[in-house]
């Protein structure tokens, strides 16, 4: 009886410890994933307004917008700018397609998307 309630206590405490260990952990993922960047939010927001000046001195040149944002090097740019979050996924994006040029970025992963229409010289946000 004495060895069972003994065994019963450690089990006890044993998922007492990884059930707070689990707690800390999401957390600590939520606070990485959504903590305010403020500096990347701001670098991602400097870099959209250069690339939307290229943009518009290319389209002044050129007579049309560029069909993707490596036209811009280095004739108006020195090199892209960075978004908040780099990599393929999350950094800035440009669709020429559907007669409307759209540079857009990743804000807020999974979601918060803002963007920028140059025909209609507008930004939006998707969420």
């Not at 500096?39 to 250069?50: I, K, N, P, V």
């Not at 389209?59 to 780099?86: C, I, M, N, S, W």
Request: hydrophobic content about 35%.
């Amino acid at each position: 009886m004495v060895r069972s309630l003994g065994s019963t206590l450690r089990r006890l405490r044993d998922t007492a410890v990884r059930f707070t260990q689990n707690t800390v952990g999401v957390a600590k993922t939520a606070y990485v994933v959504l903590r305010p960047d403020r500096a990347g939010s701001e670098r991602a927001q400097r870099g959209a307004e250069s690339l939307i000046a290229a943009c518009r001195a290319f389209q002044a040149r050129h007579g049309r917008f560029p069909e993707v944002l490596t036209e811009l090097v280095p004739d108006f740019l020195p090199k892209l700018p960075r978004a908040k979050y780099d990599g393929p996924e999350f950094g800035f994006t440009y669709d020429s397609s559907h007669g409307r040029h759209v540079l857009g970025w990743t804000e807020l992963i999974p979601f918060g998307r803002p963007f920028y229409v140059l025909e209609e010289d507008r930004w939006g946000y998707l969420d």
